[in-house]
């Protein structure tokens, strides 16, 4: 197993002495999360050092700097697509395959790292490994205390400072704006019902249920009162259409991050999360040509709306939807 190696520390020619704070940091950080294998931190797409326990693994040491230099692009373009919807900087990319994750997390804008936890997926609990959780707090974590060097709060990336100290935005229930938009799509009318009662649980703002490259089926609660403070800079119905719009072109994101994880075993790519300044965007993948995009504007609660579309999931697929 690579968690068996000692850690081995890998530094770019132009990086010099400058970073050597964060490479003890992140040295630290590896000691401590055992389920991580791979950590490298990023400026712009360009590799500055990496920290990982994969000994002599020359091959898939290379495979994985490469990964996080086209996953801290990616996130770059990811950034650029959603400040239009007025939610703030991306601070938190994970991708998770069947058998692992990357998990990118920014320091300041430009600067990013980047893990990679080898854990396959319980089929019981998607996404739910505890090693893929553990490794995406471990890099959190990470990404705080080298922003506290900098004198700079935390982002709160995942939620998981809050995790526990929090309340949903909306207090009450609520009757969740619902569309179904492809009637004769596969499973609709029971995808309707879960999209409905997961807006009504009120973790999550907007559900939309993509089939065969269609939005079939949307929601959201976005009309609350309680949500009132993030429709300042743009209207509901602007932001709606934006999420819809972000829906449809998720599906070829995701076709794309797959090829970015084939040096994770596993390949098929079954959740990615795009975590902002407020709140987050998941895309869960049900089966071939079928997918759940879930949006929460509530950064505390990043962590509890993505156990949401987990539980959502889990109810599509038992129900044999």
């Known amino acids: 197993m690579a968690n068996e190696h000692p850690i081995t520390t890998r530094v770019a020619d132009h990086v010099g002495g400058l970073f050597r704070v964060m490479i003890r940091e992140c040295g630290s950080a590896l000691t ?9 931190h990023y400026s712009h797409g360009l590799h500055n050092f990496s920290v ?28 650029r697509a959603v400040l239009d919807v007025r939610t703030g900087l991306l601070v938190r990319v994970v991708v998770q395959s069947e058998e ?53 709060a ?3 990336p995942g939620g998981w400072e809050t995790a526990d100290g929090s309340e949903p935005l909306i207090g009450a229930a609520v009757h969740p704006h619902l569309l179904v938009r492809v009637p004769g799509a596969r499973g609709v009318k029971r995808a309707a019902e879960l999209v409905d009662g997961a807006l009504r649980d009120r973790e999550l703002h907007f559900v939309a249920y993509q089939v065969d490259g269609q939005i079939a089926v949307s929601g959201d609660t976005f009309a609350a009162p309680e949500l009132d403070a993030f429709f300042t800079q743009i209207a509901v119905d602007a932001r709606r259409r934006f999420y819809l719009s972000l829906s449809r072109e998720l599906a070829a994101s995701a076709t794309s991050l797959s090829r970015v994880m084939t040096p994770v075993p596993g390949g098929r790519m079954l959740r990615f999360v795009l975590d902002v300044e407020q709140g987050a965007i998941y895309y869960y993948r049900l089966d071939a040509g079928r997918y759940l995009i879930g949006v929460t504007l509530d950064q505390s609660r990043v962590m509890h709306a993505d156990l949401h579309m987990a539980a959502l999931i889990r109810q599509v697929c038992a129900d044999g939807g």
């Not at 700097?65 to 996130?75: D, E, I, K, W």
């Not at 893990?115 to 707090?137: C, K, N």
């Open 52 to 79: 990982d326990r994969l000994g002599g693994e020359e091959r898939r040491r290379d495979e994985f700097v490469a990964l996080g230099r086209t996953l801290s692009l990616r996130h770059a373009a990811f950034e």
């Open 154 to 156: 935390s982002y709160n």
């Open 32 to 40: 401590r999360a055992p389920e991580l294998v791979h950590l490298a």
């Open 100 to 152: 692992g994750a990357a998990i990118c997390a920014s320091v300041q804008p430009g600067d990013l790292l980047v893990g990679v936890v080898l854990a396959p997926v319980d089929a019981d609990e998607p996404p739910g490994t505890s090693s893929v959780q553990s490794a995406d707090i471990a890099v959190a974590t990470l990404a705080n205390r080298l922003r506290a060097h900098l004198r700079q």
